[in-house]
């Protein structure tokens, strides 16, 4: 009936569990079945602790008067199986001083409100036809709060930070949240070009690269902050051939042309170096040789050394809630995810792009009179239904390179009947609107184009607080601010988290800045192709005495190699990184020089080498790496410095080139003691770190 990472669902049949009884019985005295029974830990009812949905640990179990209810009961055989169930509910509450305040039937999804008292929720939680009890999910921010505002309605803040360049639609300079914040809006179209009148894309795009926090600041009733700056190239124009008039590419040129233009000028014009592109095509990537336009993207990132932010593309659902596959997306998450039709879309497999895909900000539709059993599709801080996953490029059935990174970009809603709709504004994204059709100034959004533009602004933030950082160190930096949201952690198979949440939600905070709990070190430099680097890694004795609780040691690697679309071998070189303790770096360069770049093996097969997740294999095709390594107990017995290593191999077809004598990339190391009390770890850090030694230790 239904299946989690831990748990399969089912139904006992008519004969109250004889079959089954019978047969564990059989495979108790005759081993017969094992195929399946040696599969099985244990077998559990489905009992009230099972039922119980979000908000009802915090009304407790027992209260005075009455609460408000959701209750959700099990997908019926037809009509009138889920009306007898309903009439099962309505049983129990009448005889509990509870009553039903909302209704909606239908045998796939059957839904009630009711106000019951402490014995009535008790009385649901042990009956066997309710699947989930639950308060009723509350959106993000209520759409009355931003409806209908009005620029005398609020006030805007400007806070500095670095210029991000979009190539987008051209976005309305003159709405009063983007006026002063947009620089300039160019077109290097021939000054004949026929232009569509521009659309609302470029100006929801630039509404989240300049207001990071603005649904918090709606909610909040606060000024409304603005960051930065945008400058935009426009390359795209309503599609006035397509149903709903959505974005295409400019027809003057071919696609790669018309950003690779963009991103030159912008670059060479006015020094941008942080740029956001929110295209993805209709199709999924399918392993084949990558898009010119994918290709683009990656040799510009390497030679002008710039951070291009790139969305995972959208799925298409239908009205019914089906996705591409044929999977519903209330009944079937997260299976759909992991087909071959929810793969990402080009240029989303950009290997030295940052890919983003989008969680929900909001898990409940707008609250209107009158309209019950809606639902949204997922959860707050949930993959959003639309949003496609990883991988991206290689052959490692688990690898986990694409996404990088997730941010909020909205969600799907399904009605009572069974009807999507696209832009709830209840669950959707809150943007700045272009403002023609409805002269509202914010609007409802949905898709990875507003997760992305979110992570520019992050990786500009990086580059306001380190100018002269390179891309590489800006990606690194990025990466190891990430986090998963609570969501991500029920997927234990690491590939599949990384594939759908990639390293997780960046911090500009996390991102900038360390704390006497948190310290995050850097290098950002070169190395040889065909060599390994050492970094010694100082390694204070209050970390490894520890304070009680979980300690990290997260690092994140970024490298920028030549790209080839007609090779086998995309990526001209690949790197991985390792960190040791107790052993000395002599011993360590030594074990490094007997290394065959071709053939590797393990090099110290004890406890010397740290455990890091994910495993090596997992970044065998990924240009941005994050690795953790997780302890509680105490290590402090161990040196004051342990060794990161870092491993560059050039593949053949790069091995004879020239140019690619060096292999450019930066380290962002972090130390992470959130129960550090006692002890300033930055302070003790700052005094510790120098220019890090680095040994050649491979020609």
């Not at 021939?190 to 470029?202: L, N, T």
């Not at 495993?615 to 095709?621: D, K, Q």
Request: net charge negative; aromatic share 8%; hydrophobic share 35%.
């Amino acid at each position: 009936m239904g299946e989690t990472q831990n748990y399969t669902y089912f139904v006992l049949s008519d004969d109250q569990g004889d079959a089954l009884a019978q047969a564990i019985e059989r495979y108790r005295r005759t081993g017969d079945l094992r195929s399946f029974f040696d599969l099985i830990d244990d077998i559990e009812p489905y009992g009230p602790e099972d039922r119980r949905g979000p908000g009802l640990d915090e009304i407790g179990q027992s209260f005075t008067g009455r609460q408000v209810v959701d209750i959700g009961l099990w997908v019926a055989s037809d009509w009138d199986e889920a009306n007898a169930r309903v009439h099962v509910v309505e049983t129990i509450l009448e005889r509990t001083q509870s009553s039903i305040l909302l209704r909606s039937v239908t045998a796939r999804r059957t839904y009630l409100r009711a106000e019951v008292t402490a014995i009535g929720l008790g009385d649901l939680l042990d009956t066997s036809v309710v699947e989930f009890v639950r308060t009723p999910p509350v959106p993000f921010i209520d759409f009355r709060e931003w409806w209908n505002l009005g620029e005398e309605d609020l006030r805007r803040v400007d806070e500095p930070g670095a210029v991000v360049g979009i190539m987008d639609d051209a976005p309305a300079t003159a709405h009063p949240l983007l006026d002063g914040c947009i620089l300039s809006v160019d077109s290097l179209a021939p000054s004949e070009y026929p232009w569509q009148q521009p659309g609302s894309h470029g100006t929801e795009v630039a509404g989240r690269v300049l207001y990071p926090k603005l649904a918090e600041e709606l909610r909040d009733l606060a000024p409304i902050t603005a960051v930065g700056t945008v400058r935009a190239v426009r390359i795209l124009e309503p599609d006035p051939n397509r149903q709903g008039n959505p974005p295409r590419f400019a027809t003057y040129a071919v696609p790669h042309e018309l950003v690779a233009d963009a991103i030159r000028h912008l670059h060479r014009e006015y020094r941008v170096r942080i740029f956001n592109l929110s295209v993805g095509y209709a199709e999924p990537f399918n392993d084949m040789h990558l898009d010119p336009l994918t290709e683009t993207i990656d040799e510009l990132v390497r030679e002008l050394d710039i951070v291009i932010v790139v969305p995972t593309g959208n799925v298409d659902i239908d009205l019914n809630g089906y996705t591409t596959s044929g999977h519903h997306i209330l009944d079937d998450k997260p299976e759909f995810f992991y087909t071959p039709q929810h793969r990402l879309s080009e240029p989303g497999p950009a290997a030295l792009a940052l890919t983003v895909g989008s969680i929900a900000q909001s898990g409940a539709p707008a609250e209107i009179p009158n309209r019950f059993g809606w639902r949204a599709a997922a959860e707050a801080y949930e993959a959003s239904p639309f949003s496609r996953s990883g991988p991206g490029l290689g052959t490692n059935n688990k690898r986990g390179n694409k996404p990088d990174l997730i941010h909020f970009g909205g969600n799907t809603v399904i009605t009572d009947t069974g009807q999507v709709v696209s832009n709830d504004p209840g669950a959707s994204v809150v943007t700045t609107s272009s403002r023609r059709a409805d002269g509202r100034m914010f609007g409802a959004v949905n898709g990875t184009s507003f997760a992305a533009p979110a992570v520019a602004r992050v990786a500009a933030d990086v580059k306001h607080a380190y100018p002269d950082a390179s891309a590489n160190l800006i990606r690194a930096l990025v990466a190891s601010s990430a986090d998963h949201p609570s969501p991500a952690e029920t997927l234990t198979e690491p590939h599949k988290r990384l594939r759908l949440y990639g390293f997780g939600t960046p911090s500009s905070n996390r991102a900038t800045d360390s704390d006497n709990r948190r310290v995050t070190m850097t290098y950002d430099g070169e190395m040889s192709t065909d060599t390994v680097q050492i970094h010694p890694l100082p390694m204070p004795e209050v970390f490894r005495r520890g304070s009680g609780g979980e300690r990290r040691i997260t690092v994140a690697l970024a490298f920028d190699p030549p790209v080839r679309r007609q090779r086998r071998e995309y990526l001209a070189g690949a790197m991985t990184i390792d960190i040791y303790r107790n052993i000395d770096p002599n011993e360590l360069a030594e074990m490094l020089v007997r290394q065959d770049p071709d053939e590797s093996r393990e090099l110290a097969r004890d406890v010397r080498q740290l455990k890091l997740d994910p495993g090596t294999n997992t970044f065998s095709n990924a240009t941005l790496q994050v690795r953790t390594w997780r302890r509680k107990k105490t290590f402090v017995d161990d040196d004051d410095t342990f060794f990161i290593v870092v491993t560059h191999k050039a593949q053949t077809w790069a091995r004879q080139n020239s140019e690619y004598a060096m292999q450019r990339y930066a380290l962002a190391v972090t130390l992470e003691d959130q129960n550090l009390v006692q002890a300033d770890l930055r302070e003790l850090l700052t005094q510790r770190v120098r220019t890090a030694a680095r040994v050649r230790v491979r020609t």
